[in-house]
């Protein structure tokens, strides 16, 4: 018979190593396949990461350094084609929600394009970014509206956001005249209250 602990033939050593990487090379496949699966169902977004000082140390900022490296990597090329073109895009729903204070009915239009996203109606919805456009944005021509998103030429959505702030501003304005008045107003009906107790224990 064979000895205890004897090596297994040569043709069953062969036999098991093929075995094994085959197992290696199926098991390598079906987790790259899930990972390719995995990337496509995402929004995959590139990151670039930047060494901001050469000692590695926290809170240390090299300004030059870090301009070099975003400078190589094509990064502030990048950034500048960017703004020739439409660097700023932003959905349909989103663009409305944001700046439809800007219009004169904001409240119709708002309900009209959350209406509309809500019924999956891409060219209600379509509608109601034009009317807002046609309302807040003096030049039309510096934005094109596409068929999900709405894109801005460079320091357009600036613009936008300063017209924003003012209209907050104007209408925390407002609200704070408001709650002024009514304060005064209960403080003076309080006093009136007040001074009408003491007249009556005076009379008395």
Same mark, same amino acid.
């Given at each position: 018979?064979? +000895?205890?602990?004897?090596?297994?033939?040569?043709?069953? $050593?062969? =036999?098991?190593?093929?075995?094994?990487?085959?197992?290696?090379?199926?098991? %390598?496949?079906?987790?790259?396949?899930?990972?390719?699966?995995?990337? /496509?169902?995402?929004?995959?977004?590139?990151?670039?990461?930047?060494?901001? /000082?050469?000692?590695?140390?926290?809170?240390? %900022?090299?300004?030059?350094?870090?301009?070099?490296?975003?400078?190589? +990597?094509?990064?502030?090329?990048?950034? !500048?084609?960017?703004?020739?073109?439409?660097? /700023? !895009?932003?959905?349909?729903?989103?663009?409305?929600? &944001?700046?439809?204070?800007?219009?004169? !009915?904001?409240?119709?239009?708002? =309900?009209?394009?959350?209406?509309?996203?809500?019924?999956?109606?891409?060219?209600?919805?379509?509608?109601? @970014?034009? !009317?807002? @456009?046609?309302?807040? @944005?003096?030049?039309?021509? &510096?934005?094109?509206? =596409?068929?999900?998103?709405?894109?801005?030429?460079? /320091?357009?959505?600036?613009?936008?956001?300063?017209?924003?702030?003012?209209?907050?501003?104007?209408?925390?304005?407002?609200?704070?005249?408001?709650?002024?008045?009514?304060?005064? $107003?209960? $403080?003076?009906?309080?006093?009136?209250?007040?001074?009408? $107790?003491?007249?009556?224990?005076?009379?008395?």
């Amino acid at each position: 018979g064979t +000895a205890a602990g004897a090596a297994p033939p040569a043709g069953k $050593r062969k =036999g098991k190593a093929r075995a094994d990487l085959h197992t290696v090379s199926t098991q %390598f496949i079906t987790q790259l396949a899930s990972l390719m699966r995995t990337i /496509n169902s995402t929004d995959v977004q590139y990151v670039r990461c930047i060494k901001p /000082n050469a000692e590695s140390k926290p809170a240390v %900022f090299d300004r030059a350094r870090v301009a070099h490296q975003l400078r190589c +990597a094509g990064v502030l090329e990048a950034i !500048r084609i960017a703004r020739l073109a439409y660097p /700023n !895009r932003m959905p349909h729903l989103s663009f409305v929600e &944001r700046y439809a204070l800007l219009a004169p !009915r904001e409240e119709s239009l708002l =309900g009209d394009a959350r209406k509309a996203a809500a019924q999956a109606d891409k060219a209600a919805l379509r509608a109601q @970014v034009e !009317r807002l @456009v046609a309302a807040a @944005v003096d030049e039309p021509s &510096r934005l094109q509206v =596409g068929l999900s998103k709405v894109f801005f030429r460079a /320091n357009l959505l600036e613009h936008l956001d300063g017209a924003r702030a003012k209209a907050l501003g104007a209408k925390a304005v407002v609200v704070q005249a408001a709650a002024r008045c009514w304060l005064a $107003r209960r $403080r003076f009906v309080d006093l009136r209250r007040a001074a009408g $107790r003491a007249q009556a224990a005076w009379r008395r």
